[in-house]
C-alpha cells in the first residue's frame, strides 16, 4: 500500500499496534475533510465545475488503483474521499478491506474503529450496504443461511473492481445530487 503514488490516492504513511486489538492506520491529513463533509454541507456552494472534479478525481484514483498491484479499492463511499488542501479529491482506505476481515476473523484486532467526531474515514465504520453491490449482499446473505463464511478475501479481484465501481454509482450520485439515491421512506425498488 505504501507503494501506492498517484496524485488522487492519499498516501499511506504507516500502521502502529500499541495495544492489544487497538491497531492505528496512519494516512496524510487532507484539510478540508471529507467529500461527505463537503456535499452535505448546505454553506458550500458546489457548481458543475466542482462536481466534475470530484468524480474526476475518484474516477483516476480507482483506475489507478484497479491497474496496480493492489486492484481495487474495497471499501468506496464518500467518507473514504478526503479533499486536500487545493480541492484535490484523494481517496483513503484502499487496499484494507482484506487484511482487516482476516485479522478481524483471526481475532488479531476488534472490530470497532473510534466514535464520532475521532474518525470520519475508518474502513470499518459501518461502510453501509448502501455502498456493497448487490452481489457482495448476496455472498453476505447466502453465508448466513448456509452458516458459512465465504470470505471477502476469496472474491476474485474482477468482481471486487465491479464491486468499486457500483460503489463509485452511488458517490457520483451523492456528488452530484446532495442526497442520497434511496430517500428514506422510499419502499419500492
Known sequence: IKQAVHDNLNPFLGMAFNEKEEMLLLWKFCSRGTVQDIIYNDEVA?????????VRDITLGLEYLHLSPIGYHGSLSPWSCLIDRNWMVKLTDYGIANPLERWT????????????????????????????????????????????????????????????IYSFGVVMYEILFRSLPYPEGTDAI
Open 46 to 54: 458546489l457548481d458543475a465545475q466542482f462536481h466534475a472534479a470530484f
Open 105 to 164: 476473523k483471526q481475532g488479531s484486532i476488534g472490530g470497532e474503529t473510534l466514535k464520532g467526531e475521532e474518525d470520519k474515514s475508518g474502513a470499518l465504520q459501518a461502510t453501509s450496504v448502501l455502498y456493497c453491490s448487490p452481489e457482495m449482499l448476496k455472498t453476505r446473505d447466502q453465508n448466513r443461511r448456509r452458516g458459512t463464511q465465504e470470505s471477502w478475501l476469496k472474491q476474485n479481484q474482477n468482481r471486487k473492481q465491479l464491486s468499486d
